[in-house]
Every structure is written in structure tokens, then in C-alpha cells.
């Protein structure tokens, strides 16, 4: 039988069965309380879930319990049945009978909060004694404040108002409590009847949430202003909005209900004239701060600081977060906001989840968080921030103050667990968390003693917190209120997720809303609205698919994933045809135009040509064809181009030799490539050899036109030796296509007739071919520097003699010239850099100095013929990007499975395209493991760079460091390279290295 107050009808009078509530079958089959403690339990169950009966086999968490009335009921047990129950035992036996025999030999309760004798100076509780030190440190900012604001519809009688809110502020001593100090120690100062600084306004209805969130960013002076500020924005005659700025040293979450209860009361007793006639409270914030003094001395609360030092020892210093900035030395703490929510379903399948796993909703949304963050960069140690009430005594329940306690939740993301897994894991940490959240969070962090920086929180850098303080019911006599959201420009942390739950009338789940506010030193609105999109997205998946590992629920949408590959895919536009032929090509259009200059000599397009024809046929006639590897060891000059371009002619591809390298280094090459012979210019080598001086009078006579020899641009033409990381060097071997492919069809790097080229790269570097087949490929003039290495003296003499137009040259010898010889700059029109990270500091000096000059960063390894990225520099404020894929290249930033991951995560960085090399000569094992199949289009393959990237939200990519160089420091994964390019993008560095010695960064400068 269900009694009711009257039947349900519909709007024809008939009954609305849909309307009748559903039967609590259970309620029917319960079993009664046998003994005092049952019974006592049955009703502290009730009293605290607002239930009128609960039964012994009934569940606290199947009920609707979670953290935060856990924390209510063990204070009660304690006030009533003077023992201690633990969480975990809520927890493991959290059915009545179960419980009720635990408490049998539980410990006798702690001591209460009780009134107590004030001394003369009042200490700080050590959660005050945190906030009050932290703003002392810091440049003045809101951070701590507390906004809470109330909409009132209707005839507000202002002078009621006021008076209500000073006896609310008599009522509670936090709230009329100043904290000056001596010698640096502060203390409590409480006054008797402040006045309340009160700030009257009005508003339009759509200015109201810029009013409001100027108004919520007061500066408090906790040494002199009450922690409280009053402002009423007067909307419309019957419309107003009570907001109260409170600080976070005089309240927190759980505080607003009693604050918005008394308000009530006390306004309806002053809107009749009299003074609010309730109870006073049994004890004041003053009482539970010298109380938390006290009880931190027993062995108990010692014990729980050990657990805390062994739980965090090692814990991250700093969390790694797709930031679109790198952090400043000192944070802002300005902030934004954005919300997102989640359905119905989702709450439910949590809900469940954490129901079947013995956990609860918060422990599944921690799990999804933390595993959230890790995809997205943080590694597998990340470690949460949350707040606990700290009101563990009966008596705090009805006081306003800073209760709240922080509890760092470390979150083990390693193995690839399940979603389920995982909230196993996160529900066992919780609940040893739990267990020991009596420590102030101060304390723990005063014990750990971490590197301090104002930079960031100690010990966790991000905040989860799920709202579910009971909200307030207020009646004011002729007044509809509702709260009002106020914009919040601050953050105290990276990232605060805040996610409330919404239920509908029957108290099924409705859905979870959700605030995540971020840093704007570090994030960009639309990434922080990114983060979290994917965190909704990632909770749905895990919902749906909780035994799947946490590492293969999709972090992006098929629209995202495609937006991100064709950002890093660029249309192919290279001709179908051999280096050689390009050559020709050119010769045959401006046949007196200069190709190459070299020590006051110069070589026309018609004479280069024609000279490499005829040591085409002469290797020809020596036995050269097509399919051979011909090794080039001649110095540089024009007798090295001329026999690049014969080879080529001849059907074979060279190697190119450095003269300056050892003999029995190049003769190493020579085998590994097995070269058919080595083309010299009277050097000797143990080779068979084709020496261009002794046989110049032979080749001299040899048909000079164009041979015409069929060939595919697929065939092999060039093989460049890279360093390996064995220490034996790896034989890069590319087709024609892969070099034309790079050097034909790009604007960034001037290849045109009317440039002037200096060629002064070693011949053993990739950037020896873009610097010398480049401009010949498009009809330009290249200057070539006599001597093997590069000279930056003669760099400059040949720069200003010959009217260089476009410098390439590397990032180290570019900070040189900058520094040494500037006059470079003077004359041409394109600087490009790239090979190490480029410094900003010379960057931007040559931008103001020489705004002519047209700056390139390039970014590319030898297996895709050099340049794959380029980033065109027109500002610097930080480090360099490398930029986008050149026209026909592709760029891919991928997580360990080969998937795309989101724009501002670091991943490994693919290049393919046009470009990429056909592998390493000799070495299949190596090539299979750097040269793999791509997922993204039939037949390609991708190099694997070994270098880790981002992309940013402007869709360029940024240059994150090695990801074989990844080392720990204090349990903070960390990217030396990227240390070294922030200390290089200081103004006053040059150059910067960054090596690990014993455990411990290592930065060196040059200044």
C-alpha cells in the first residue's frame, strides 16, 4: 500500500497512472534494527540521506551516499556513539548489519570541537595560515575570491537587507575576522560590529555578468578589510542581485547554505521589525582552529603525515599539459572559464560503474581525468588536487570558515588498464586518501618541502572537484530568488574541472554539468574548450566501452582526425622527371645565364652541361651504367657539380665523399655501398677509380650534347651518410623523385633564375644538395666557397662580392654571423636557418635590424632530403615553430599507436611525401623499423623522425625535443631540449645546452 495526499488526475479528471509513484518493493521486505547500535545506525542513515526509514540489509551508497555525506556520517556516529568509524569500513561493509558489528571494536571518537579559552593572540588555523602567506608573496589578485550571488524578483526593502547581513556577520566571527600581523607572524583579530562595505549600481540586463565579475575581483587587504564586501546591482524597480565577495580565508564551498540560511532568516525577522531569534552556534572558527592545533600534536595525525610523505615522495614537481604558451616565471592567475555537460546516460553509466566497482561517482570521474590527461601528455604518474570538507564534527556543520582541506589523489595511469581497471585503482587510492585527509594540506606540503616557484601549485597543478554541498532553499517574504553565476577571470590552477550533478525529480541521474577553468598564462580559451570536449567525449567512450584500455578510447572525433591530417598534408606539384633533366632543361632555356661562380671564375648553364655530358660518356665508356653507385671524392668546386650531374647522365647515383674524412672511413663507404668506382680529382683512394684531372684531355674530347639516356625518377640517385646512434653512420638512399620533389614547386626558399645562391654546407651534409641542386634545378646562380667547412669570414667577403640573395645556412653559424659579421644581412633577401633549434634572440635581431630579409626556420633529417617543414618568421616571442609541410610533404604527429593525436599534444613526429627516402642501403632491419606503412594513405610510407612535436592552434607545428633524450627528474618527465630552447629564447643567451648530471638539470650558456 503507497498512501498518498490525493490521486494523480488528468486534465479530463481521470487518473494519471503515469503520475503514480513507483512502489518501493524493498521498503516492504526490510529487515528491522535487532539492537541499539543497528538502531542507532538505521537513523543516522536516514538523518543524514534524507530518507524517513532505512532498513539493516540497506546499503549507505546504494541509498544515493557519496564522499561528502560519508564525511557527515562518520561525524555523526562519532557525536552520537562516541566511536570512530573509518572510510574504509564505510566503504568495504557499508550495509547496516555489516557496519554496525565493525563499530563493535571500533576506537573511541577523537575529542570534539568545543568552545575554548581565547588567548591573547589568536593563531590562524594552517589553511588560513597558507592563503595568508601566499598573498603576501604574490603580486595583489583575486584568486581567493568567493562570489556567491542572488537574483531577487520582487519588493526588496533594502534597509532589512542590511541589517540582516550585519547580524549574519555578528553571527559568524570568521566573517568580521582581519589578520594583521608582527615580525611576519599573523593572527586573528576579530572585530565587534564592523561596518560592511556595501557598493550599490545598476545594471542592464546584458551587462549584468560584466558587472557582476568586475565586482567579484575586489583585492582583499586581509590585514584590514573584512573578508566580506556586499554589492546590490539594481536591474529594474522590482529586480535586484545580491552579490557577496567573500574571501577564501573566511569560507568555502560547504559555507554558503548556512550563510544564505541565516541571511533568510535574519531578513525576514528584520522585515517585521525584529531581531533574528535564532540559536547560537555551539562553537566558533576561532574554537576549531586552536582545536586543530591541538589534535595535530596526537600520534594519530602524526601517523597520517607518514603515509602522506611515503604516498607523494617522487610525485611529479610539474604536470605536462597541452599549454599553448610555456609557463611564465611568476603566474597571473588570470583565468577563464568554459562549460561543457554530459547526458543522462553518461551519468547513469558512471553512476553505475562506480556502484558495481564499490566506488563512487567522483572515483570514476577522477579516473577518467587523470587518464584523460595522460593521453593528452601528462604521463602515467598524475597526480589530482580535490577538496574534502574537513568538517569531520557536528559542530562545524552550521559555521561559516575555511574548512576545507586538499587531498592529493595520485593516479597510476600505467600497464594500458581498462576504464574499470582503473577506477579500481583510483578507488583504492581514494579511499587510503580518505583515510588520512585529517592532515592539512599545509602540513603535508611543509613535510614533502618541494621545490617552491611561484610559478606553480606545489604538488599538483590541477583540481577536480565534484559539487554536491546541499544547495540552500531560501524564502524571503515577497521575493523569488535564484543564484546567479558570476564570471570568473581568475585561476589558481592550470586546470580546475568542476562538475555538478543534476537529478531528476524521482532522483534519477540528469546529467552532470561542468566548469573547467584554466590559466591564461598557459591556455587559449578554445584549447581549454578543446580539453574539455575530449574530457565529455573520453567519459562517454569509457562509459560505453569501460573493459577497452584507457589508451584506445578515441580522443578525437573522424572530423578532428581529418582536419588534423589534412593540416599536415600538402598536394604534390614536383615534375615527373630527374634531377639531370631539370638541369638540361634549364640550359636549354638560358643557356648564358650563370649557373655556378667559384674563386673569380664562373660557369655558364650551356657549360655545365655540356661538361657533364661528356664525363657522362666517359664514365660510360669506363664501364659506368645504369644501376651503379658511382662514390664523388673531389673538393668543392665547379668539377664536383659537373661530376654530380655525369653520374646522374650516366644512370647511376652518387655518394658524395668529404675529402677532409679519413681514409679508411671513406673506403667503409665505398663497401657498404659497393661502389663501382669512385670518381677523384687526383686524390687517391683504394678504390678503383676515375680520376677527372689525369683523364681531363680523354673527356675532353667527348661528344658534349645532351645524352638522352631513358630512365624513371623512382631510380635510385643519391645516397647521404647520417649519423647513427651505434656510431655507425646509416646510408640514406633516395630517387630522383625525393630530391625533385623537395627542390622543385617551393616559395619558401627563393629557387628561382634571378637568386644567387652560397653554397658552403659540407658536401657530407644534406643542406650541400638544397644549397647547389636547388637554384641549378630552377635556373639560379650558386656561388660556391672554397674550402670544405664553412668560413664566415669568407662567407661575408663572398656575400657582399657576389650579391648573394639567399643565405642557408645552420642555426649555430647563423648566431655567429649575426654576432660577428652582420653585414651579411645587408644584401640578401632570404635568410633560412634550421638544423638545431633556432634562436630567438638572433632571429628577432635580424628582423628589426634587416626588415628586408626574409627569415626561414626549416625543419627535416636527411631521409627526406632535408627541409620537410619551413615556418616563415615575421615575429618572436618564445621559442621558434618549425612550421608547415613544404608543398608535397607531410606531417604527421602521432601517439605510439599510429593515431593522430589533438593539437597541442606532444607526439612523435612522421614525415611522408614527396622527399622521403626509399630507406637505409644495407641495413632492411633498420629501414622496416624508421620506414613504415602509413595508415593514412595506400602505399605511402612514413619516416619516423624520432622527434617529438605539437601541433598549435594556429595549426604550426612546434619542435618538442627528442624522444629518445625523455629523462626523469623528480619524478617530472622532462624534455632537456625543450629547457634548451627556452634558455636560448632568453635575450641575453647566445647558445644553451642542457645535460642531466647526477639526477639534476644541467644548463649551459654562452652569453
Not at 404 to 410: A, M, S, Y
Not at 787 to 814: K, M, N, Y
Request: charged share 20%; net charge negative; aromatic share 6%.
Amino acid at each position: 500500500i503507497v498512501p498518498l495526499a490525493e490521486l494523480p488526475r488528468t486534465a479530463n479528471g481521470k487518473l494519471d497512472r503515469r503520475a503514480l509513484p513507483a512502489p518501493d518493493f524493498a521498503a516492504a521486505s526490510r529487515r528491522r534494527p535487532r539492537t541499539v547500535t543497528e538502531n542507532v545506525l538505521c537513523g543516522l542513515f536516514a538523518e543524514v540521506l534524507g530518507l524517513d526509514e532505512v532498513g539493516l540489509d540497506d546499503g549507505f551508497f546504494d541509498l544515493g551516499g557519496h564522499s561528502l555525506l560519508a564525511a557527515r556520517l562518520i561525524g555523526r556516529v562519532r557525536a552520537v556513539l562516541g566511536v570512530e568509524l573509518g572510510i574504509r569500513d564505510l566503504f568495504r561493509t557499508p550495509a547496516v548489519a555489516g557496519l554496525a558489528e565493525v563499530l563493535g571494536d571500533a576506537a573511541p571518537a577523537r575529542p570534539p570541537v568545543t568552545r575554548r579559552e581565547r588567548p591573547e593572540r589568536l593563531p590562524l588555523s594552517f589553511a588560513q595560515q597558507r592563503l595568508w602567506f601566499v598573498d603576501q608573496a604574490e603580486e595583489p589578485n583575486a584568486g581567493y575570491d568567493v562570489p556567491r550571488a542572488l537574483r531577487l524578483r520582487g519588493s526588496l526593502n533594502v534597509a532589512a537587507l542590511q541589517a540582516a547581513l550585519a547580524d549574519v556577520v555578528e553571527r559568524h566571527e570568521s566573517l568580521r575576522t582581519v589578520f594583521p600581523s608582527h615580525e611576519g607572524e599573523p593572527w586573528q583579530e576579530i572585530l565587534t560590529a564592523p561596518s560592511i562595505p556595501w557598493e550599490f549600481a545598476e545594471s542592464t540586463e546584458d551587462s549584468l555578468p560584466d558587472v557582476l565579475a568586475e565586482a567579484a575581483g575586489h583585492v582583499f587587504d586581509l590585514r584590514t578589510e573584512l573578508p566580506i564586501r556586499a554589492h546590490l546591482v539594481s536591474v529594474a524597480a522590482d529586480d535586484h542581485v545580491l552579490l557577496l565577495v567573500l574571501h577564501h580565508i573566511a569560507s568555502d564551498g560547504w559555507s554558503a547554505a548556512p550563510l544564505w540560511r541565516d541571511l533568510a532568516t535574519a531578513y525576514a525577522a528584520r522585515v517585521d521589525g525584529e531581531a533574528p531569534g535564532w540559536a547560537p552556534l555551539p562553537v566558533q572558527y576561532a574554537d576549531y582552529t586552536l582545536w586543530q592545533r591541538e589534535v595535530l600534536d596526537e600520534p594519530e595525525i602524526t601517523g597520517q603525515l607518514a603515509f602522506w610523505r611515503d604516498t607523494l615522495a617522487g610525485v611529479p614537481e610539474e604536470l605536462a599539459l597541452p599549454a599553448d604558451r610555456v609557463r611564465p616565471a611568476v603566474a597571473s592567475h588570470r583565468g577563464g572559464s568554459v562549460e561543457f555537460t554530459l547526458g543522462a546516460d553518461v551519468h547513469t553509466g558512471l553512476a553505475e560503474l562506480a556502484r558495481h566497482g564499490g566506488a563512487t561517482l567522483f572515483m570514476a570521474l577522477q579516473a577518467g581525468f587523470a587518464a584523460l590527461l595522460s593521453r593528452l601528455g601528462a604521463g602515467d604518474d598524475v597526480p589530482l588536487g580535490t577538496a574534502v570538507a574537513g568538517r569531520g564534527d557536528t559542530a562545524l556543520d552550521d559555521l561559516a570558515g575555511f574548512f576545507v582541506n586538499t587531498l592529493v589523489l595520485r593516479t597510476d595511469v600505467s600497464g594500458q588498464p581498462t576504464f574499470r581497471q582503473l577506477l579500481a585503482r583510483v578507488r583504492d587510492v581514494g579511499l587510503a586518501a580518505l583515510a588520512h585527509a585529517d592532515v592539512p594540506f599545509e602540513r603535508v606540503v611543509e613535510e614533502l618541502n618541494p621545490v617552491r616557484s611561484a610559478a606553480r601549485h606545489p604538488l599538483f597543478q590541477v583540481m577536480l572537484v565534484l559539487q554536491n554541498n546541499a544547495t540552500a532553499r531560501l524564502n524571503l517574504p515577497g521575493l523569488v530568488t535564484e543564484s546567479v553565476a558570476v564570471r570568473r577571470d581568475v585561476a589558481k590552477f592550470d586546470l580546475t574541472a568542476g562538475i555538478e550533478e543534476n537529478h531528476a525529480a524521482d532522483g534519477s541521474p540528469a546529467g552532470l554539468t561542468g566548469q573547467l577553468e584554466y590559466a591564461a598564462d598557459l591556455f587559449d580559451p578554445a584549447t581549454a574548450a578543446s580539453i574539455a570536449q575530449r574530457f565529455a567525449r573520453f567519459l562517454t567512450a569509457a562509459v560505453t566501452t569501460p573493459d577497452v584500455p584507457v589508451t584506445e578510447l578515441d580522443l578525437l572525433t573522424g572530423e578532428e582526425c581529418a582536419a588534423l591530417l589534412a593540416q599536415g598534408t600538402t598536394a604534390a606539384t614536383a615534375p615527373a622527371m630527374r634531377l639531370h633533366e631539370l638541369v638540361e632543361r634549364q640550359a636549354a632555356w638560358a643557356p648564358d645565364a650563370t649557373a655556378l661562380v667559384f674563386e673569380g671564375s664562373a660557369l655558364t648553364y650551356r657549360q655545365l652541361d655540356t661538361e657533364a655530358n661528356r664525363l657522362a660518356r666517359h664514365l660510360i665508356a669506363e664501364g659506368v651504367g645504369r644501376g651503379d653507385l658511382v662514390g664523388v671524392h673531389i673538393g668543392r668546386s665547379p668539377r664536383l657539380a659537373v661530376a654530380l650531374l655525369a653520374v646522374l647522365k650516366a644512370g647511376a647515383a652518387y655518394t658524395v665523399l668529404d675529402t677532409e674524412f679519413p681514409a679508411e672511413r671513406l673506403v667503409g663507404a665505398l663497401r657498404r655501398t659497393s661502389a663501382a668506382v669512385v670518381l677523384t680529382d687526383g686524390r687517391s683512394l683504394p678504390w678503383r677509380r676515375i680520376d677527372v684531372v689525369e683523364d681531363a684531355a680523354a673527356i675532353a674530347v667527348r661528344n658534349g650534347g645532351v645524352l638522352g639516356l631513358p630512365g624513371s625518377p623512382d631510380e635510385l640517385a643519391v645516397v647521404m651518410f647520417t649519423s647513427g646512434s651505434t656510431g655507425v653512420p646509416k646510408a640514406v638512399a633516395a630517387p630522383h623523385r625525393a630530391v625533385v620533389g623537395t627542390l622543385t614547386g617551393q616559395d619558401y626558399a627563393g629557387f628561382g633564375p634571378d637568386d644567387v645562391w652560397l653554397q658552403c654546407a659540407p658536401v657530407s651534409w644534406d643542406a650541400f644538395g638544397t644549397q647547389l641542386l636547388g637554384p641549378l634545378l630552377a635556373g639560379g646562380t650558386v656561388v660556391l666557397q672554397p674550402g670544405q667547412r664553412p668560413e664566415p669570414a669568407l662567407i661575408e667577403e663572398l656575400v657582399l662580392a657576389h650579391g648573394v640573395t639567399v643565405l642557408d645556412v645552420s642555426a649555430s653559424l647563423f648566431n655567429f654571423l649575426v654576432d660577428e659579421h652582420p653585414a651579411v644581412f645587408g644584401t640578401v633577401r632570404r635568410a633560412m636557418t634550421g638544423g638545431e633549434a633556432a634562436s630567438p634572440a638572433h632571429l628577432a635581431k635580424v628582423l628589426r635590424e634587416y626588415p628586408h630579409v626574409a627569415v626561414v626556420n626549416g625543419y627535416g633529417p636527411a631521409e627526406t632530403m632535408g627541409f620537410s617543414t619551413f615556418h616563415a618568421v615575421t615575429a618572436v616571442d618564445g621559442p621558434v615553430p618549425i612550421g608547415r609541410p613544404l608543398t608535397g610533404k607531410h606531417a604527421y604527429v602521432l601517439d605510439a599507436r599510429l593515431r593522430p593525436v589533438p593539437a597541442g599534444v606532444v607526439g612523435e613526429l612522421y614525415l611522408a611525401g614527396v622527399g622521403t627516402a626509399h630507406g637505409y642501403l644495407g641495413q632492411p632491419g633498420v629501414t622496416a623499423e624508421r620506414f613504415v606503412a602509413s595508415p593514412f594513405r595506400a602505399g605511402e610510407r612514413m619516416y619516423r623522425t624520432g622527434d617529438l612535436a605539437r601541433w598549435t592552434g594556429d595549426g604550426v607545428l612546434a619542435y618538442a625535443g627528442r624522444a629518445d633524450d625523455q629523462v626523469k627528474i623528480r619524478g617530472f618527465r622532462v624534455e632537456p631540449g625543450e629547457v634548451q630552447a627556452v634558455l636560448a629564447a632568453h635575450e641575453g643567451v647566445t647558445q644553451a645546452a642542457v645535460v642531466v648530471r647526477d639526477c639534476v638539470l644541467v644548463g649551459y650558456v654562452v652569453g
